[in-house]
């Protein structure tokens, strides 16, 4: 169920949100009815949940002036340091509990999320809303934190308390993705086998398909029969949703 959390900020509801995936991915959902939300220490950039260089600098010198009341010398910096590298290594330690589902923020289509995540012949984007996102995890029983991910490479002063504000953050060479995260925090005090799951590392998460579901977008890169295929599967389904072959390839103007 989306559960509000103070460091996930929210967007407007008509918000569309867009993801972009393989056929073989949609129908995994189908037959799932379930999102794959992967571990945060499995995905492709290495610094994802992790702190930057400076804000640990930052912490070290609101450490050392906590220690030594106003007095910075070399055995308070030392104990200082030391105290936020090691709450920095649980933190480190806390991205193989983290989970994410990711969604990519636009009014329209993206020629670039079609490259990158739905590239070759049988790719499709489902488009939905933040407010169809959020309320499709109802009948979920896991709590479910989503908002919008900010774009710094300087970061900010980042609380190493336990909160997430670190997987909301990404270097400005991904803000092109104009990302919303879903995350689900796995209980650390609770015994959890991820061989059971996903070979990516991850869990799978229940959906009401048709509340997330507004329409289905077929690749400009598939052919037209590809939609007759969507059409027939979404039947078996019973997913009546609008199905629209995307057009970012074709213009009225040019």
């Given at each position: 169920?989306?559960?509000?959390?103070?460091?996930?900020?929210?967007?407007?509801?008509?918000?569309?949100?867009?993801?972009?995936?393989?056929?073989?991915?949609?129908?995994?959902?189908?037959?799932k009815?379930?999102?794959?939300?992967?571990?945060?220490?499995?995905?492709?950039?290495?610094?994802?949940?992790?702190?930057?260089?400076?804000?640990?600098?930052?912490?070290?010198?609101?450490?050392?002036?906590?220690?030594?009341?106003?007095?910075?010398?070399?055995?308070?910096?030392?104990?200082a340091?030391?105290?936020?590298?090691?709450?920095?290594?649980?933190?480190?330690?806390k991205?193989?509990?983290?989970?994410?589902?990711?969604?990519?923020?636009?009014?329209?289509e993206?020629?670039?999320?079609?490259?990158?995540?739905?590239?070759?012949?049988?790719?499709?984007?489902?488009?939905?809303?933040?407010?169809?996102?959020?309320?499709?995890?109802?009948?979920?029983?896991?709590?479910?934190?989503?908002?919008?991910?900010?774009?710094?490479?300087?970061?900010?002063?980042?609380?190493?308390?336990?909160?997430?504000?670190?997987?909301?953050?990404?270097?400005?060479?991904?803000?092109y993705?104009?990302?919303?995260?879903?995350?689900?925090?796995?209980?650390?005090?609770?015994?959890?086998?991820?061989?059971?799951?996903?070979?990516?590392?991850?869990?799978?998460?229940?959906?009401?398909?048709?509340?997330?579901?507004?329409?289905?977008?077929?690749?400009?890169?598939?052919?037209?029969?590809?939609?007759?295929?969507?059409?027939?599967?979404n039947?078996?389904?019973?997913?009546?949703?609008?199905?629209?072959?995307?057009?970012?390839?074709?213009?009225?103007?040019?």
């Open positions: 169920m989306f559960k509000p959390h103070e460091d996930f900020v929210q967007i407007d509801d008509a918000a569309i949100l867009w993801r972009y995936q393989d056929l073989p991915r949609y129908l995994d959902l189908l037959l009815q379930q999102l794959f939300f992967c571990r945060a220490d499995r995905f492709e950039d290495p610094f994802e949940g992790k702190y930057p260089i400076e804000v640990k600098e930052e912490l070290v010198k609101e450490q050392v002036a906590e220690m030594g009341n106003g007095e910075a010398n070399e055995a308070v910096v030392q104990r340091k030391q105290q936020v590298e090691k709450l920095t290594e649980e933190h480190i330690a991205r193989t509990f983290v989970t994410i589902n990711s969604w990519h923020w636009n009014d329209v993206n020629y670039a999320m079609w490259k990158i995540y739905a590239k070759g012949t049988y790719g499709l984007a489902i488009q939905t809303t933040y407010e169809r996102l959020k309320k499709c995890f109802d009948k979920a029983v896991q709590p479910i934190f989503i908002g919008k991910v900010d774009y710094d490479d300087d970061g900010e002063a980042f609380l190493l308390n336990g909160s997430l504000k670190p997987f909301l953050h990404k270097r400005k060479m991904y803000a993705e104009t990302e919303v995260r879903c995350c689900y925090v796995l209980p650390e005090d609770k015994t959890f086998s991820w061989q059971a799951q996903d070979t990516n590392d991850g869990v799978f998460i229940d959906v009401d398909l048709d509340t997330l579901i507004e329409r289905i977008y077929i690749s400009p890169y598939s052919p037209k029969w590809i939609l007759d295929i969507v059409a027939g599967i039947e078996k389904f019973n997913i009546r949703k609008e199905i629209v072959h995307s057009a970012v390839l074709d213009s009225a103007e040019y």
